[in-house]
């Protein structure tokens, strides 16, 4: 995805936190590229720090406490270089964000319109009948029924799903190249959730807007992303465009999320499999590869050694493991669950 | 928020998705704050208390024991009501020859200020801490009542509450002082109940309402909790709710409040006390010392500024604690 | 849908759990009801799964807790072993309690956050003064040791605990009474995949070892399908479809589980979510039902019929109840569009 109309270059980002019981490597050296109008999704369990690697993009962190370091170039610009000033300005025509509980990224005591014609204010230079008119127009984008009556409602007058929308349309307020959509659905029903996830594709066809989806459930990306990170404790571990994927994922990271999800086609009663134990805190990662203290097929040297981003048989394709599993597309067909692991390869 | 305008104050909201992140796997949805406080309990706890809070609780010890030990005359003090008539007015630190042992000087009658104030002391703090305690007692039981309970038990006793609140509070103590001195004194003949159960009775009344609708709302969004829900489905009894589950959530809200509400409660004895029906003279408490001596300010200002500082590092102090306690017990909130 | 009736229920006999048309109401200001749960009926045979989904709004989580009597129903039988609950008072519904308990959604809100782990778990002992207090202690770390924590920990409080182990604190509490009947509210909504599929075997273990049977709430059918040995589909505080899951996946009767179904997002990329298969438009108020079936005004089936007359459950396929007057057939598909205006909105 080496092209010219590269939007975002991210290269060896680390993000680290100073708490009380130590310093927290919440990122450890991310690299990621993101082509204009395309759809990074970003997976993984809580803690494996996807959170803090968007907000790092978007020099969201903390003035205190937070250390980040790499490069991070937007268009060609290095955000770290940004003046507080030009960040504000940056946010919202640049880069915007949704979060995945509307009701607290909404001012519960402001009513809906002016949060939105506030956001066109800010970066915009126009009247307030016109600001007015775009808010509308946005409203009416998203797909929320009588925009003019809304724009004078309060957020606890809506529904979760409304009120997600509402957020997409602050976020889309001054046409951002670049949306982060940091869980956006794991709080709604499936019902809205499949809405919400349909306006953000189908605002960023029209928009030719670039967006990075951060989810914990594969699903949700399976038929939306472009490609899409595996992370894990801070790192990336696996990563291809998302056909690539699920046809010939070797992480056994990877292959673990992806079963643990229910699926509609298992029988009924059906054992899921899981993951044993929780995630490694990012104080004292443990040595080798981070996965082997929960991996199945973890060996002696994955415990000491950690393995490097290594590139798979198909383009784009990167994993990070000693002892890959078989992937999907090389398996006999009946035997899904659980793939052996290969010899010493990598 | 999405992007605009919004972000440059990276604070505690943003770290607590960051300690979700990286803190708390295993849980989807954002419970951001509540990470956070995990984490600040966790610093918190182990942070040690600061110089001020220690500074605090110093005086507060040192004059509670300084209270006691006078009152059980342990103390070489003069005798609080003998009047020095050679020492009328003297000035604190007064030199030897003139006035033998007056550390803080004499008041207007030539009475030892160390000896009042320290004598003062307790009825100061005997009062304003009776007051809160009848006022925690009373006002913890109602306001528990009515948070947890909630529909007409709420409705009511939250209207007792207000009612009681729209009275200015140093004329409802007035009043209540009033009422209960004038039942006093009917039943307990010519003499009357101590003065100080009296005004302990009086600013615990007026208090209750206070601690009462502060425990009530804090029973209330504790009473929603699904660990509550759950017990009633085990079968535990709304008492046992009440003590097991709810109490020890509230508790620290109400000791917060409680401990300034002993300042408040200090302050409003000595109120009192310049309006005349505070602890009644000769027996001294800081109150009724600057009440009683108050025309002096001008000529012998230590009169007044001597029990004036006592209470006001007193009422600092409980204020400071107040806040510390608050602070290291509120955000012990559970946290995944 | 918006159906009532009674014919998905099985002979009175064979159900340890018999809920005839439940009604719950809650004051909604100035005054006025609104029905939470309208007419709802079910049962429980011993030892089955009971699935119960719908959005949220749909009464799942009510008619959870109207079972227990927490609120108390409007109206309607909730026969238990042979004992009507609405009908018993005081000391009389206070025996019944340890017989039936209940799981919450959110495992921090669940737990209280000033006890310790092994005094939370042992309340339903301490509460009916069950045993000595050796053991007690006993059935406490047995109980914890069955979902999988360590009772050397039981002396740590929740927030030291992660989301899936306080979950798993949560069920052995809920065990810990040998109760017949557990009701799961959305156990795993809060919870990431990984750990969901961990908690979702827990819990068919426990039931298997319990003796269990339950009901467990969720708005994912794919959820409630990996559980469930029949599901009932909820709509607005109607229920739509009662059917083995297998069935109800394999060809759903009612038009709105058909809309459930095609919103789960599916873990593979060949299947591109598909937008006219979304639900559009929002749950009604339940203030002010639509009259009929209260599903029409989102159904693209709807007639004048729908608006007019109530559909009653009844049989269309060996095991499966719909409440519809156009239920779909095998193999039909259907494609939501807008939202429906041109109906009479009465």
Redesign the interface.
């Given at each position: 995805m080496e092209r010219d109309d590269t939007l975002l270059q991210v290269t060896d980002l680390h993000t680290s936190f100073a708490t009380g019981r130590g310093t927290v490597r919440a990122v450890d050296g991310v690299s990621l590229t993101l082509a204009a109008g395309r759809t990074l999704g970003i997976v993984g369990e809580s803690g494996s720090g996807k959170t803090v690697l968007a907000r790092s993009i978007m020099g969201l962190l903390p003035k205190r406490g937070a250390t980040r370091t790499g490069s991070i170039r937007f268009e060609g610009q290095e955000i770290g270089e940004l003046s507080p000033k030009d960040l504000r300005d940056f946010w919202g025509r640049q880069m915007a964000m949704i979060f995945q509980d509307p009701m607290t990224s909404l001012n519960p005591v402001m009513k809906i319109g002016k949060q939105i014609t506030e956001a066109i204010h800010e970066h915009l230079e126009v009247d307030r009948s016109h600001a007015r008119e775009m808010a509308v127009a946005l409203l009416r984008s998203v797909r929320i029924p009588e925009p003019e009556r809304r724009m004078k409602e309060y957020p606890h007058q809506l529904s979760g799903g409304m009120r997600q929308r509402v957020c997409i349309a602050v976020a889309l307020a001054c046409g951002p190249a670049l949306l982060f959509a940091d869980e956006p659905t794991t709080a709604l029903d499936v019902t809205v959730q499949a809405q919400v996830l349909e306006l953000i594709a189908q605002q960023q066809r029209e928009r030719h807007m670039a967006t990075i989806m951060i989810t914990h459930d594969l699903g949700v990306v399976a038929g939306r992303a472009d490609e899409i990170a595996v992370m894990y404790a801070g790192r990336i571990v696996e990563r291809a465009p998302t056909a690539v994927l699920f046809s010939e994922l070797r992480m056994p990271y990877t292959q673990a999320l992806l079963s643990s999800i229910p699926r509609l086609d298992q029988p009924s009663h059906a054992r899921l499999s899981t993951i044993p134990g929780r995630p490694p805190n990012l104080i004292t990662p443990p040595p080798g590869c981070r996965f082997a203290p929960r991996c199945a097929f973890a060996q002696d040297r994955c415990r000491t050694e950690e393995p490097p981003l290594v590139a798979g048989d198909a383009p784009g394709h990167e994993y990070r493991c000693w002892f890959p599993v078989d992937p999907p597309s090389r398996r006999p067909a009946t035997g899904t669950p659980v793939g052996a692991p290969n010899g010493g390869e990598a | 928020?999405?992007?605009?305008?919004?972000?440059?104050e990276?604070?505690t909201?943003?770290?607590s998705?960051?300690?979700?992140?990286?803190?708390?796997?295993?849980?989807?949805?954002?419970?951001g704050q509540?990470y956070m406080t995990?984490?600040m309990?966790?610093?918190g706890r182990?942070?040690r208390l600061g110089v001020g809070a220690w500074i605090a609780i110093g005086w507060l010890v040192l004059i509670v024991i300084l209270a006691v030990l006078a009152q059980l005359g342990a103390l070489p003090l003069k005798d609080p009501n003998r009047s020095y008539a050679m020492c009328a007015r003297l000035g604190p630190f007064a030199k030897e020859g003139t006035a033998p042992g007056h550390l803080l000087g004499c008041d207007t009658n030539g009475r030892d200020m160390l000896a009042r104030l320290l004598y003062g002391a307790w009825a100061s703090l005997l009062v304003s801490i009776g007051a809160v305690i009848v006022g925690f007692v009373f006002g913890g039981v109602l306001g528990m009542l009515a948070g947890y309970f909630g529909g007409k038990v709420d409705t009511v006793l939250t209207a007792v509450f207000n009612v009681f609140l729209s009275i200015p509070a140093v004329i409802l103590a007035l009043a209540l002082v009033a009422f209960l001195q004038g039942s006093a004194g009917e039943t307990g003949g010519s003499s009357g109940a101590d003065p100080k159960i009296i005004l302990i009775l009086a600013l615990g009344i007026v208090s209750i309402p206070l601690l009462g609708r502060i425990t009530r709302a804090s029973a209330l969004t504790w009473s929603e909790?699904?660990?509550v829900?759950?017990?009633?489905?085990?079968?535990?009894?709304p008492l046992?709710i009440m003590v097991?589950?709810v109490l020890?959530?509230v508790l620290p809200a109400m000791l917060s409040i409680a401990l300034l509400g002993v300042a408040v409660a200090m302050v409003a004895e000595g109120t009192l006390s310049i309006l005349g029906v505070g602890v009644k003279p000769p027996t001294p408490s800081w109150g009724n010392i600057i009440g009683s001596q108050r025309s002096s300010l001008q000529e012998s200002p230590h009169i007044i500024f001597e029990p004036a500082l006592l209470i006001f590092f007193t009422v600092l102090s409980l204020n400071f604690l107040g806040d510390v306690v608050r602070a290291r017990l509120d955000v012990?909130?559970?946290?995944? | 849908m918006a159906g009532t009736g009674t014919a998905h229920l099985r002979p009175e006999g064979d159900a340890l759990l018999r809920v005839e048309h439940l009604v719950v109401e809650f004051p909604a200001g100035h005054g006025r009801k609104v029905q939470a749960v309208s007419d709802v009926s079910l049962d429980l045979v011993e030892g089955e799964t009971l699935g119960i989904v719908g959005e949220s709004g749909c009464g799942k989580s009510t008619t959870g807790r109207a079972i227990m009597q927490l609120p108390r129903p409007k109206a309607g039988a909730v026969v238990f072993e042979g004992t009507n609950l609405t009908k018993l008072k005081g000391e009389a519904l206070r025996a019944q309690r340890p017989r039936l308990q209940m799981i919450f959604q959110d495992p921090i809100s669940s737990l209280n956050p000033r006890r310790d782990v092994r005094s939370i778990v042992r309340e339903g002992l301490d509460i009916w003064k069950i045993g000595t207090p050796d053991e007690r202690e006993a059935k406490v770390a047995a109980a914890l040791d069955d979902v999988g924590i360590d009772p050397a920990n039981a002396d740590r409080r929740p927030h030291e605990f992660s989301g899936g182990q306080c979950q798993r604190i949560s069920i052995a509490r809920a065990v810990i009474t040998d109760p017949k009947v557990i009701i799961c509210d959305e156990p795993v909504s809060a919870l990431d995949v990984s750990v969901q599929a961990q908690i979702l075997n827990l819990l068919d273990e426990m039931k298997d070892r319990y003796g269990l049977t339950m009901i467990f709430i969720a708005h994912d059918l794919a959820v409630v399908k990996n559980v469930s040995d029949r599901v009932m589909v909820m709509y607005l505080g109607k229920v739509c479809e009662v059917a083995p899951p297998d069935t109800l996946y394999a060809r759903p009767a009612h038009p709105y589980t058909a809309a459930l179904l095609a919103a789960i997002p599916v873990p593979d990329p060949a299947q591109r979510p598909d937008p006219t298969t979304v639900l559009a438009g929002e749950i009604p108020s339940p203030l002010d039902p639509p009259s009929g079936c209260r599903f029409r005004t989102r159904c693209p089936k709807a007639t004048e019929r729908c608006a007019a007359e109530e559909p009653e459950i009844r049989e269309v396929s060996p095991g499966q109840f719909v409440a519809c007057h156009f239920p779909l057939a095998p193999g039909e598909t259907i494609t939501f569009g807008p939202t429906r205006t041109d109906l009479p909105q009465i």
């Open positions: - | 928020m999405p992007g605009p305008g919004e972000g440059t990276a604070t909201s943003d770290l998705r960051f300690a979700e992140d990286t803190l708390s796997p295993g849980l989807a949805v954002g419970q509540l995990a984490v309990s966790e610093t182990r942070r909790r699904e660990f829900l759950s017990a009633k489905a085990q079968g535990a009894k046992r097991r589950e020890p959530n012990r909130e559970s946290s995944v | -």
